[in-house]
């Protein structure tokens, strides 16, 4: 069974940095591709950035340049460096993960980790 599990939310002040981890488990087929979203408090769930199996990124344009994603695809881990939050970006943010099993591809979920910007 498929598990992500998320690493690295916390409390940082408007400006400060954070680095979220997201570790896939259970995999059995291969990884097409990986990422972030978030959801704010009334908000509908939304793409932060994502990231190919061959390293390829894509941003939501509001987070360009401060977040950078990457990944370590021997470890099935993706990872998003975050820098000057701001307040608006407070959010649960959420690890995706498209699998391929075949020709078909199945989309997992992590818990979600909570990011507060606030002084």
């Known amino acids: 069974q498929v598990q992500l599990v998320e690493s690295g939310g916390g409390l940082v002040q408007p400006g400060g940095s954070l680095r979220l981890s997201c570790a896939a488990s259970g995999v059995i087929g291969s990884i097409n591709v990986m990422g972030w979203y978030r959801q704010a408090l009334g908000k509908q769930r939304e793409l932060v950035a994502e990231i190919t199996q061959r390293g390829a990124p894509d941003y939501a344009d509001s987070v360009q340049p401060r977040l950078t994603i990457s990944s370590d695809n021997a470890n099935n881990t993706v990872y998003l460096q975050m820098r000057r939050l701001k307040h608006e970006e407070t959010a649960v943010y959420y690890c995706?993960?498209?699998?391929?099993?075949?020709?078909?591809?199945?989309?997992?979920w992590g818990q979600g980790t909570q990011v507060t910007v606030s002084s």
């Open positions: 995706n993960a498209d699998i391929l099993d075949g020709p078909i591809g199945y989309d997992y």
